[in-house]
């Protein structure tokens, strides 16, 4: 059974950093593609960034160069590094599996298997 699990995530100021977690169980992560989502109040769901079986990663504009994604195969766990946050960021952050042996993207109808979320709060 597919499941994942987000932590890390909390209030911060402005210009702080978080670490948000994703723990993953029934699957291992380097098999398919993992996404980390972002959804604010009365905004879409976006997605932030996504890492391919290969290892290679895309980021959304808005957080290239602050946020870093990573994974620990050992410990079959994935990371979203983030820093420099500003209030902008401030959202419930889902990470998202989809095993699907192409370009991974970033539209989240195309993630099949999704965590509860981690709320991060950034003040000014």
């Known amino acids: 059974q597919v499941q994942l699990v987000e932590s890390g995530g909390g209030s911060v100021q402005a210009g702080g950093s978080l670490r948000l977690s994703c723990a993953a169980s029934?699957?291992?992560?380097?098999?398919?593609?993992m996404g980390w989502f972002r959804q604010a109040p009365g905004k879409e769901r976006e997605g932030v960034g996504s890492i391919e079986r290969d290892g290679s990663i895309n980021y959304i504009d808005s957080v290239k160069g602050r946020f870093t994604i990573s994974r620990d195969n050992a410990k079959n766990t994935l990371y979203l590094q983030m820093n420099s946050l500003n209030p902008g960021d401030t959202a419930m952050y889902y990470c998202?599996?989809?095993?699907?042996?192409?370009?991974?993207?970033?539209?989240?109808?195309?993630?099949?298997?999704w965590g509860q979320g981690t709320q991060v709060t950034v003040s000014s």
């Open positions: 998202a599996a989809r095993f699907y042996y192409g370009n991974c993207g970033l539209d989240g109808k195309n993630y099949p298997n």
């Open positions: 029934g699957f291992m992560i380097s098999r398919p593609c």
